[in-house]
């Protein structure tokens, strides 16, 4: 199998990386033109975004068909031969596996709903309510009811935007469909998928109400999330299907809680590993990113308590995770978990730092390599479904006002971290010589890759440089992690203790000088490997500048 536990894992969101045929719209050809550079961050894998047919509701998270390429990333061929292509330097391809619910499109809704008797009905959750009321009072992930009005008093169930129907896995038929469709990809030669929001595809029996005694709708959570027979529904895809070829499943869950990794992932679960959106979600209110009551406020305190958590719970559980700063469902993290303005290199550097050298899988998000941040956006900038449809929400159930829930849309879209991949200074930072689909983030003229590929000192030779320390020291892979400093207020600090080697890393989480004790043991005898400003000989007392980190090796543990 792909070795997971060793690899740095690159995620590319097609539409923004690179275009090759002049529609300002990036495709398969245009990854693998940048091959190359992927390959240069010493990356393992690809996870690509969906390339399949799609109507682009929730930009190719909505499938119409799964076995066919949509015509503006390309060909099957194309992507065949990016599959080749990538495995010639000596990359895998990972394909996301979109299964909790199709797009409407698609040919099995298109029967299931015009003809009732079809045997796609079975397909989907269809519910009778009434002519005007929806079967149970859930509501969808981006807000508004999460069902769907098909004839009379027929209803069907869309927990994510109203073109994506979900999928009825207690039909042993719709288990059938899809190992056919891992088959197919994996006839082709990928490492696996990345399953897209695994954690839904079971629901509570009956369907009731959530919370009937409130007013209006209500977030369906343990209804849908985690119910007991995700795992047996994966358990099958797994023995039928991936298991015949060896590849390997990384999940991917709506609020995923260590009790979800442990029974998915722990050592017999039928998943490799998981994400967490702990560090993703923090500073968001209960609800999610669109609940602004905790003010979107970071302290340095809950990124070290998020750490702790899940280095902790791999060690206890033997579960494994995937690490992230960034993804396309987040704004990016520079503003967020650093600062992208007086210490955009400095934090930027620290944070690919912390994610190398956690316990779990790294992952690098496609332009974080050169510290891309977030671009002022305006309404007429936005694109995401999840933009118009929370905004609009956010005015319609919580009164919130229309200027401010604009406002807070253009902070926390989507569609932040969607802009084009920056790689020159050229007109559309050189993704395009086309008008892009989106905005290009103004700043591509000082933050591109071409200019950092010149300079020794940059966030990509950073990248680089971290990227091939992980490979090069297993104490990186399949060390313990212990915790220094635990009370300190700022300095996130840890060993990763191998067979025979430790690594010391320490971490200003902040934008200001910090104080340091470390213990007199580590700094005895420690190698100093990488850091943000000028590499340092390890005191015992030490002063710390804004962001400032090491990563120390010591002989021996
Ligand atoms: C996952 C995807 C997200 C998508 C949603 C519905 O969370 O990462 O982009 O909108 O599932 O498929
Ligand atoms: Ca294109």
Redesign the pocket.
């Known amino acids: 199998m792909f070795d997971y536990k060793h690899a740095v894992i690159y995620q590319v969101w097609p539409r923004s990386f690179y275009d090759s045929n002049h529609d300002g719209i990036g495709d398969i050809n245009g990854i693998r033109a940048k091959l190359p550079h992927i390959r240069s961050l010493h990356c393992d894998a690809i996870w690509l975004s969906p390339v399949y047919a799609s109507p682009n509701d929730?930009f190719g998270?909505d499938i119409s068909d799964y076995c066919s390429i949509n015509p503006e990333f390309g060909t099957m061929e194309d992507l065949e031969a990016l599959i080749q292509e990538a495995d010639a330097l000596g990359m895998k391809i990972i394909m996301d596996l979109?299964v909790n619910h199709t797009s409407t499109s698609h040919a099995w809704f298109q029967k299931a709903l015009k003809d009732p008797s079809s045997p796609y009905r079975d397909y989907y959750i269809f519910r009778k309510g009434t002519e005007t009321q929806a079967p149970n009072n859930w509501i969808s992930f981006f807000g508004g009811s999460a069902w769907q009005k098909a004839e009379q008093d027929m209803w069907y169930m869309t927990l994510?935007t109203k073109t994506?129907a979900d999928l009825n896995w207690t039909n042993p038929a719709v288990i059938d469909e899809i190992v056919k469709i891992t088959d197919f990809w994996l006839e082709k030669g990928i490492a696996g998928f990345r399953m897209?929001?695994i954690n839904t595809i079971d629901k509570i029996e009956g369907l009731p109400s959530k919370n009937p005694e409130k007013k209006g709708l209500q977030f369906a959570d343990d209804y849908v999330i985690d119910r007991p027979n995700v795992r047996p529904y994966l358990q099958q895809l797994r023995d039928r299907s991936l298991s015949r070829y060896d590849s390997f499943a990384l999940g991917?869950g709506v609020m995923t809680t260590e009790a979800s990794v442990r029974n998915l992932c722990g050592p017999d679960g039928p998943l490799d590993m998981m994400f967490h959106f702990d560090l993703a979600t923090l500073g968001y209110g209960a609800l999610g990113k669109y609940d602004f009551r905790k003010g979107y406020i970071i302290t340095d305190r809950m990124i070290k308590k998020v750490t702790r958590k899940w280095q902790q719970e791999q060690m206890r559980d033997h579960t494994w995770i995937g690490n992230y700063l960034s993804n396309?469902?987040h704004k990016r993290h520079l503003d967020r978990f650093g600062n992208d303005r007086k210490y955009r290199v400095v934090s930027a550097k620290m944070l690919a730092l912390y994610n190398f050298t956690l316990i779990g899988t790294p992952l690098i998000y496609q332009g974080e390599e050169i510290g891309m941040t977030n671009p002022k956006l305006k309404k007429s900038d936005w694109r995401d479904y999840e933009a118009f449809s929370s905004s609009k929400e956010m005015t319609n159930m919580l009164h919130v006002p229309a200027f401010l829930a604009e406002k807070i849309t253009n902070f926390v879209d989507r569609d932040n971290a969607r802009t084009p991949v920056q790689w020159n200074s050229h007109q559309y930072a050189g993704f395009s010589d086309h008008e892009p689909w989106i905005c290009v983030n103004p700043d591509y003229l000082e933050w591109n890759v071409e200019s950092q590929e010149k300079q020794s000192d940059s966030i990509l030779n950073f990248y680089r440089t971290i990227s091939r320390i992980h490979h090069e020291h297993d104490c990186l892979v399949t060390g313990s992690w212990s915790e220094l400093l635990e009370t300190h207020p700022h300095v996130l600090a840890y060993l990763r203790k191998g067979e025979t080697e430790t690594a010391l890393v320490v971490l200003n989480l902040s934008g200001f000088c910090q104080k340091i004790k470390l213990p007199d043991a580590c700094v005895s005898n420690a190698q100093s490997a990488l850091s943000n400003y000028e590499t340092r000989t390890i005191e015992a007392q030490m002063r710390l500048k804004p962001y400032e980190a090491h990563l120390w090796f010591l002989n021996g543990n």
Do not use: A, G, K, L
Request: charged residues 40%.
């Open positions: 929730d998270y979109v994510y994506q897209d929001t991917e396309h469902d």
